[in-house]
Nanobody
Framework: QVQLVESGGGLVQPGGSLRLSCAASVSISSIYAMGWYRQAPGKQRELVAGFTSGRGPNYADSVKGRFTISRDNAKNTVILQMNSLKPEDTAVYYC?????????WGQGTQVTVSS
């Protein structure tokens, strides 16, 4: 019932910035929780940043102070602003949404941080 489309990934140099967008097919106000996950080579998928209805955003310790999650209700979009990127941030980033106890995932967008 919920389609998620990510965009904004790409190749950047260390210290650079990227802005990831996740557009949902339904009103964000109807979604219980949304967040960004990432999966790097040789690692399991992990939560990067997210929010739950009635709560403020939360971040992985590794990205605090560098990444910011926000939402645009008018556009049904969740944004992940990534600054001061490091090679360790290289991964496929996935948008996730939970509604009516059902989990939905986007297709993923590749982020590569390299010189």
């Amino acid at each position: 019932q919920v389609q998620l489309v990510e965009s904004g990934g790409g190749l950047v140099q260390p210290g650079g910035s990227l802005r990831l967008s996740c557009a949902a097919s339904v009103s964000i106000s109807s979604i219980y929780a949304m967040g960004w996950y990432r999966q790097a080579p040789g690692k399991q998928r992990e939560l990067v940043a997210g929010f739950t209805s009635g709560r403020g955003p939360n971040y992985a310790d590794s990205v605090k102070g560098r990444f910011t999650i926000s939402r645009d209700n008018a556009k049904n979009t969740v944004i992940l602003q990534m600054n001061s990127l490091k090679p360790e941030d290289t991964a496929v980033y996935y948008c996730n949404a939970v509604r009516s106890n059902v989990y939905y995932w986007g297709q993923g967008t590749q982020v590569t941080v390299s010189s």
